[in-house]
C-alpha cells in the first residue's frame, strides 16, 4: 500500500515513567492477577473458616509480634522506597544507588522476619485446614516478598555497573511500585492471619 | 540524558520503498538457523508455533474424542477398558480445554493483535516467547505422561476426594494439576502482553472507539483470563499440597471440604467459557463485516456486550453445583444470573443479524462458518438457559445433556468461527489462499457432521444416559441414537482432515494472496502477506474504525522511528497520542532457557518437595539472565 | 451459494427435532426424565416444557430473520462506507427492543424456574426416612424405623410406598456421587463429609431404574439401582418380612454353604443378619436372595450370574472392591445355594 507521512514522532523520547511506559503497565498487569490471587486465597480461607464451628482448628492463633513487627516494618519501608523513586525521577545516580540498597537491606530483614513468623504460627500445615489455608497464605506473600528482594538486589548491583544508563531509572520507579504492592498485599493478609482467629 | 538518541541515528524518514523494508528487516528479523529460531521472539514467529500447536492438540483431543465415539457406538462395547476410557475422557476435555481453545485464541491474538493495532511487535515478547515454551513443555508433559499410562484419569475438573491421594494414589492426578500450572502461566503472560499492547501499542489515532471488535475482544478475554486463572492456580496448587506434602485443605476430616475445590475451580471454570467464546465473537465481527460488505451494526453495543458478558462470568459459577446441596433460594439466584448472561450475548447476536441483513453478503468459505457459528451456537445458548433452570438442571446435570449443550457453546460458539478465521487470515499468515472448493465441503461437512454427532446427546441426556460412562448396557435403548451420534463424529471428524489437506495444498500450490485478498478495512491487510519481520515498514495513523475502506489507496504514516535498532512507538491509552520510542527487546535464548528451568522446578515438585529448593536457583539464574542487559543498543540509552 | 439448500436443511433439522422430541416423550424409558412417575419429576418436566417450546420459538425467529436476511434482494452499492444512516437507526432501535425483550423472556423464565424449584424441593412431614450412603460402587439403604429393631439395612435396590413422600438423607463414605432415578425427581450428590436429602413421591407403582451420576472412579458406569414402588401394604408387608434376620438353611447344602461362607472370608465384608457374618465393607446380604439385580445394577440377579459373581467378580466389573476368593466348584454351588435362599 502507498503511503502518506503525516506526521513525526522522531522528537520523542525514548523512555518514560509511570503510565507513559509499557513495563508500569505491565507490572500493573501482575499485580491485578497477583491480587486477584491473594484476593481466592483469602476467600477460600473465609470459606474454611465460616464452614467450621472451631477456629483455628487445634491451635493457638499465631503469636502477635512477628506479625505485627513485619506490619511495622513494611509500613516504615515506604519511606526510603519513595525517596527512591523520587531519586530516580530526578535521575540521581548516587541517590538511588543508596536508595536500592537500603530496600534490599529492608527486604532481607522482612523475609529473615519472615521465617520467625513461620515459626510463630504455632500450627502445621498438615494439622488441619486451618494450618495449611495459612501455610499457603503465608507461602504465597513470601514468594511476593522474595522475588521482589531479588529483583531489588539484581537491580541494585545493575545499578553500579555500566549498564546503570538513564532508562534504568524508569526500571527502578517500577521496582518501586511493586514495593508498594507487596506492602499493600500484606496489610489485609496481617488482618486475617494474626486477628480473625482471635475473634 | 534526556531525549534523543544519537544525533547521527539512522531514521526512517531519510529511507524509503525497498531501501526500508530491507533495512528494518535485517533489525528485525529472526537470527537464522536452528538456535535462531529458539530465540525469536518475533510475535508473528511465535504466534505461528503458538497456532500450529494449539492445532496439533486439537488433533490428539479429535482423536481421543474419536475412539470414545467408538467405544460408546454400541453397548458393552470392550474397545476400551474402563481404565482407558476414563484417562481418555480426562485427556479429552483437559486437552481440548488447557490445550486447544485457550491456547488457540490467545495464538491468534499473538499474531494479529500487533498487526491490527498497527505495531511492529507484542508488548514484552520475551515473555510472549517464554509463554509458548511453557505452554509446549506442559502440552507435552501431559501428553507424555498419558503415552507412559499416567495419564489423568479423574475428569477435567478433578474433584476432590477422588482425585486425593487415597482414591488416586499414582501420579495421575499430580500431572494433571501441574499441566494446569504450566498452561496457567502461559494463558497468564499472553494476558498481560495483550493488554498492554492494546493500551500503549495503538497506532497513533486508534482511539478506543476505533479499535477494531476483534482486539477489544481479546482485551476483555485477557482481563478474563487475568482474573479468572488466579483461583485455578490456587485450586490447583492446593491439591498438589495435598497429595504431595500432606496439607488439609479437602480433607473433611480435618475441616477441610471438598465443596471448597468446586467453588475454587467454578470460580475459573465458568469464565473459562466466555474466555473461549469471546474471542470467537470478536473473529466473527472481523469475517462478518468483511464479507457482509460493511462495518457492523452497533459497534458500541457489541463492546458493551462484551464487557457485560465479562463481568456476569464471574458471577455465575454456582450454576455448576446446583446438586450438591446448596440452599435453595441461593441456588434460584444464581438460576437468574446465568440466564441473564443471555441477553448481552443476545444483543450481539442481533447487531450480526441486522449486519448480515442490510451488508451485500459475499459468500465466501469464512462468512459459511459464520453463519453456522450463529446456527449452532443460538441453540447452545437456549439449551444453555435450560440448564441454568435449578429445577431442569436436576435432571440434565452431569448428563449427555450438557455435553450436547457446551460442545454446541463451544464448538458452535467458538470452533467454527475458528475455522472462519483460519480461511479468513490464514491468505495473511502464509501468503496463499486456501481453496474455496475443499473450503466448501469442509463446512458441510463439518455443519452436517457436528449436528448429528451432538444433537442426539440432548435426547440421551433427557432419556437417562449420564456422561462419563465407559458403557452401558442394551436395556437401555440408548444405542440408536448413540450409534447416530458416532456416525456424525466420524463426519465431523472428516472435515478436519478436509481442512489439513486443503492447508497443505494451500501451501504448496495456493494462489497468491496479495495484501488485502478480501478487501478487508483492518490494519493487518496494510501489509504485505505475509508481514514482514518489522509488520509495517511505517507505523499507521488511524483516522476512521476502519481505516482501509475510509484512507482509499494510500495509508498515513508516521515517520522518526530508528531503523538502526529495534524501536516501538508507545501512545496514550485513550486518545493513541504518540508518547515514547521505546526499545524492543532483541531475540533471546533466555526465555527458553527460563521456561526449561520452570519446567524442571515443576515436573520435580511433583516428585519430591525438596525440587522447590534445588529448582529455585537455576530458574532465578535464567531470569537474570533474561532482563540482565547485553549492551546492545536497544538496552543501552 | 447454496441459501436455499441452507434453508432447507434448517427446516428439515427443525422437522426431525421435533418429531423425535415427540417419538421421544411418548415412549417409556425406564430412566427417563421424559416419562415422569412421581410428583417432582412431573413438575420438571413441566418446567422443561415450558423451556423447550420457547427457545424452540426463539430458535426458529432468529434462523429464519438469519435467511430473510440471507435471501432478500440487496440494493447496489459499491462502497462498505456507504451512507446507511436510516437503516443503522432503524436498527439500533430494533435491536434495543429486541435486548429488552430478551430480558423479560429470561426474567419471565427465572420466575417460571423458580415457581417449578420451590414444588420439586417442597418437603413435607411425614416422610419415610430412608439414609443411603454411596460407596465405590455401589449403594448402601437404610431403612430408619421408629425402634431400633424396626432398623435394617439393604443394598442397592429401595423400595418405597406408592403415594407416600420418601426422604433420602445422603452421605459418601468415599468420593462424591450423586443420587438419580429420573423417572421420580432429579438428582442430589453424596458428599464426602456433608449431609444431604432429597424428597419424592413416587406416584406410581413400578421399577425405576437409578445410576450414579457423578464420575466417581472406575467403574462410575456399573453404579446403578433400582427404586422398587410397591401399594403401601405391600410395601408394609415386604418391610416387616426385610425386617427380619436370614433363615436359617433348612437343607444340608444350604447349612454347608453357610459355613463356607464363613470360612471363605464372605463374611469378613458381609454382613447377614441373624448369623455370624458380620462384615461392613460391602453390601448387606440378609435379604439378596430376593433382589432383583447384582452388583449394583449390573447384572440381573439369576443362579447363573450370582454364581459367574463370586467365581470372578473381577471379570464381570473391573477394579470392584471384591476380591476373587479360591473356590471350588462345589464350595461355589453351596454358598450360590444358601445365599439363593435368603429370601
Keep these: 500500500m502507498r503511503q502518506t507521512i503525516v506526521r513525526s514522532v522522531a522528537e520523542l523520547p525514548t523512555y518514560g515513567y509511570g503510565p507513559r511506559s509499557g513495563p508500569w503497565w505491565g507490572a500493573m498487569g ?133 549498564h546503570a544508563k538513564p532508562r534504568r531509572f524508569s526500571d527502578v520507579t517500577d521496582n518501586v511500585f511493586y514495593w508498594n504492592f507487596v506492602v499493600l498485599a500484606w496489610l489485609p493478609l496481617y488482618v486475617l492471619l494474626d486477628w480473625v482467629p482471635r475473634l | 540524558m534526556s531525549m534523543a538518541a544519537e544525533p547521527n541515528e539512522l531514521r526512517d524518514d531519510v529511507l524509503n520503498g525497498l531501501q526500508l523494508s530491507t533495512q528494518l528487516e535485517r533489525v528485525w528479523r529472526t537470527p537464522s538457523g536452528l538456535f535462531g529460531a529458539l530465540m525469536s521472539v518475533d510475535h508473528k514467529v511465535v504466534g505461528r508455533r503458538y497456532i500450529v500447536t494449539a492445532f496439533a492438540f486439537l488433533l490428539l483431543g479429535g482423536v481421543l474424542a474419536i475412539l470414545m465415539r467408538v467405544q460408546l457406538a454400541g453397548p458393552e462395547k470392550t474397545f476400551l477398558s474402563a481404565d482407558k476410557y476414563n484417562q481418555i475422557f480426562t485427556m479429552h476435555g483437559s486437552t481440548m480445554m488447557f490445550l486447544f481453545a485457550v491456547p488457540v485464541m490467545e ?202 458478558t465479562g463481568f456476569l462470568s464471574f458471577g455465575l459459577w454456582v450454576h455448576h453445583m446446583f446438586v450438591t446441596g446448596l440452599p435453595q433460594l441461593g441456588a434460584g439466584l444464581f438460576t437468574a444470573s446465568s440466564m441473564l448472561i443471555a441477553v448481552p450475548s443476545g444483543l450481539q447476536i442481533f447487531c450480526w443479524l441486522a449486519t448480515l441483513w442490510d451488508g451485500r453478503p459475499v459468500y465466501r468459505t ?110 437401555m435403548d440408548w444405542a440408536h441414537l448413540n450409534l447416530l451420534s458416532s456416525g456424525g463424529a466420524l ?88 508518547q515514547i520510542r521505546e526499545a524492543s527487546p532483541e531475540p533471546s535464548i533466555w526465555p527458553l532457557l527460563t521456561a526449561v528451568a520452570t519446567t524442571v522446578f515443576f515436573i520435580g515438585s511433583i516428585f519430591t518437595p525438596w525440587a522447590v529448593l534445588w529448582g529455585t536457583p537455576p530458574m532465578a539464574v535464567t531470569l537474570i539472565g533474561w532482563f540482565w542487559p547485553t549492551g546492545s543498543k536497544e538496552d543501552e540509552e | 451459494m447454496g441459501s436455499h439448500a441452507k434453508v432447507m436443511s434448517v427446516w428439515v433439522r427443525t422437522a426431525l427435532v421435533l418429531s423425535a422430541t415427540w417419538l421421544l416423550a411418548g415412549c417409556s424409558g425406564r430412566q427417563s426424565a421424559l416419562d415422569p412417575q412421581g410428583l417432582q419429576s412431573e413438575q420438571i418436566r413441566q418446567t422443561l416444557f415450558v423451556f423447550l417450546v420457547v427457545a424452540t420459538i426463539i430458535w426458529i425467529a432468529v434462523v429464519f430473520v438469519l435467511s430473510m436476511g440471507m435471501l432478500r434482494r440487496k440494493r447496489e452499492a459499491a462502497q462498505p462506507l456507504g451512507l446507511h444512516e436510516e437503516f443503522e437507526e432503524r436498527s439500533g432501535r430494533v435491536i434495543l427492543m429486541l435486548g429488552l425483550a430478551t ?151 444350604g447349612r454347608q454353604g453357610e459355613a463356607l461362607f464363613r470360612a471363605r472370608g464372605c463374611a469378613l465384608c458381609h454382613n447377614i443378619s441373624g448369623t455370624p457374618a458380620g462384615g461392613q465393607m460391602g453390601p448387606d446380604l440378609t435379604h439378596i436372595g430376593s433382589r432383583t439385580t447384582i452388583a449394583a445394577g449390573t447384572l440381573p440377579n439369576t443362579p447363573a450370574t450370582l454364581g459367574a459373581w463370586i467365581a470372578d467378580p473381577q471379570h464381570i466389573k473391573p477394579g470392584n472392591l471384591m476380591p476373587q476368593m479360591p473356590l471350588q466348584s462345589g464350595e461355589l454351588i453351596a454358598i450360590l445355594h444358601y445365599l439363593e435362599q435368603l429370601k
Design chain 1, 30 to 162: 501482575f499485580m491485578a492477577l497477583e491480587g486477584m490471587g491473594f484476593a481466592i486465597a483469602i476467600g477460600a480461607y473465609l470459606y474454611l473458616y465460616a464452614v467450621n464451628p472451631n477456629w483455628p482448628i487445634g491451635a493457638l492463633p499465631p503469636d502477635l509480634w512477628p506479625g505485627t513487627t513485619e506490619t511495622a516494618v513494611y509500613l516504615l519501608s515506604i519511606i526510603p522506597n519513595e525517596i527512591t523513586n523520587r531519586a530516580a525521577h530526578r535521575q540521581d545516580l548516587a541517590k538511588v544507588r543508596a536508595g536500592l540498597v537500603v530496600m534490599a537491606l529492608i527486604g532481607i530483614a522482612l523475609l529473615v522476619l519472615r521465617g520467625f513468623e513461620f515459626a510463630h504460627l504455632n500450627t502445621r500445615w498438615d494439622n488441619s485446614a486451618y494450618g495449611s489455608i495459612v501455610w499457603l497464605i503465608l507461602g504465597l506473600h513470601t514468594t511476593h516478598l522474595a522475588t521482589d528482594v531479588g529483583d531489588t538486589v539484581v537491580l541494585a548491583v545493575l545499578m553500579f555497573t555500566r
Design chain 2, 107 to 308: 495464538a491468534f491474538a499473538v499474531y494479529l493483535v500487533p498487526l491490527m493495532v498497527g505495531t511492529r511487535n507484542i508488548a514484552f515478547p520475551r515473555l510472549n516467547a517464554f509463554s509458548y515454551w511453557m505452554f509446549l513443555f506442559g502440552g507435552c508433559f501431559l501428553w507424555i505422561s498419558f503415552l507412559f499410562n499416567v495419564g489423568p484419569d479423574v475428569g477435567w475438573f478433578a474433584y476432590v476426594p477422588l482425585s486425593n491421594l487415597q482414591f488416586t494414589p499414582t501420579k495421575r492426578a499430580d500431572v494433571w494439576a501441574q499441566m494446569i500450572t504450566f498452561t496457567e502461566v502461559a494463558a497468564l503472560a499472553v494476558s498481560v502482553e495483550i493488554v498492554v499492547t492494546v493500551f500503549k501499542l495503538r497506532a497513533p489515532g486508534m482511539t478506543l472507539d476505533r479499535i477494531p471488535l476483534f482486539v477489544w475482544a481479546m482485551l476483555v478475554t485477557s482481563f478474563l483470563v487475568m482474573f479468572a486463572m488466579p483461583s485455578i492456580m490456587v485450586a490447583s496448587t492446593s491439591l498438589i499440597l495435598d497429595r504431595l506434602v500432606n496439607t488439609r485443605f479437602y480433607d473433611p476430616s480435618s475441616g477441610g471440604h471438598p465443596l471448597l475445590w468446586q467453588h475454587l475451580f467454578w470460580f475459573f471454570g465458568h469464565p473459562e467459557v466466555y474466555i473461549i467464546f469471546i474471542p470467537g465473537t470478536g473473529m466473527v465481527s472481523a469475517i462478518l463485516a468483511t464479507f457482509a460488505r460493511r462495518p457492523v451494526i452497533g459497534y458500541p453495543v457489541i463492546i458493551l456486550s462484551l464487557i457485560a
Design chain 2, 366 to 475: 469464512p462468512l459459511l462458518f459464520v453463519i453456522g457459528f450463529i446456527v449452532i451456537f443460538v441453540l447452545g445458548g437456549l439449551s444453555g438457559v435450560m440448564v441454568a433452570s435449578v429445577p431442569i438442571d436436576t435432571q440434565v446435570h452431569d448428563t449427555y445433556f450438557v455435553v450436547a449443550h457446551f460442545h454446541y457453546v463451544l464448538i458452535g460458539g467458538a470452533v467454527f468461527p475458528l475455522l472462519g478465521a483460519v480461511y479468513y487470515w490464514l491468505p495473511k499468515i502464509t501468503g496463499r489462499m486456501l481453496s474455496e472448493r475443499l473450503g466448501r465441503w469442509n463446512f458441510w461437512l463439518a455443519f452436517v457432521g457436528f449436528n448429528i454427532a451432538f444433537f442426539p446427546m440432548h435426547i440421551l441426556g433427557l432419556i437417562g444416559m449420564p456422561r462419563r460412562v465407559y458403557t452401558y448396557t442394551a436395556e
Design chain 2, 491 to 578: 463426519l465431523f471428524a472428516l472435515s478436519f482432515a478436509l481442512l489439513l489437506v486443503n492447508v497443505i495444498y494451500s501451501l504448496r500450490k495456493g494462489e497468491l494472496a496479495g495484501d488485502n485478498p478480501w478487501s478487508a478495512s483492518t490494519l493487518e491487510w496494510a501489509t504485505t502477506s505475509p508481514p514482514p519481520p518489522q509488520g509495517f515498514d511505517r507505523i499507521p495513523v488511524v483516522k476512521h474504525r476502519d481505516p482501509l475502506w475510509a484512507d482509499g489507496e494510500s495509508l498515513p504514516v508516521v515517520a522518526g522511528l530508528s531503523v538502526e535498532r529495534r524501536e516501538v512507538l508507545l501512545t496514550s491509552l485513550a486518545e493513541a497520542e504518540p
Design chain 3, 103 to 253: 430480558t423479560v423472556v429470561v426474567l419471565g423464565l427465572s420466575v417460571v424456574s423458580y415457581a417449578g424449584q420451590r414444588t420439586v424441593f417442597a418437603k413435607s412431614e411425614n416422610a419415610l426416612t430412608l439414609k443411603i450412603i454411596g460407596h465405590q460402587w455401589w449403594w448402601e439403604v437404610h431403612y430408619e424405623g421408629d425402634s431400633p429393631d424396626k432398623t435394617f439395612a439393604t443394598a442397592n435396590e429401595i423400595r418405597i410406598p406408592t403415594g407416600q413422600p420418601v426422604k433420602v438423607e445422603l452421605e459418601s463414605a468415599d468420593v462424591i456421587h450423586s443420587f438419580w432415578v429420573p423417572s421420580l425427581t432429579g438428582k442430589m450428590d453424596l458428599i464426602t463429609g456433608q449431609k444431604n436429602e432429597l424428597q419424592f413421591t413416587a406416584k406410581k407403582a413400578g421399577v425405576y431404574r437409578g445410576q450414579c451420576a457423578e464420575f466417581c472412579g472406575l467403574q462410575h458406569a456399573h453404579m446403578a439401582f433400582a427404586v422398587i414402588a410397591l401399594p403401601p401394604d405391600e410395601f408394609g408387608r415386604w418391610r416387616d418380612h426385610e425386617n427380619q434376620s436370614a433363615s436359617s438353611p433348612p437343607d444340608q447344602l
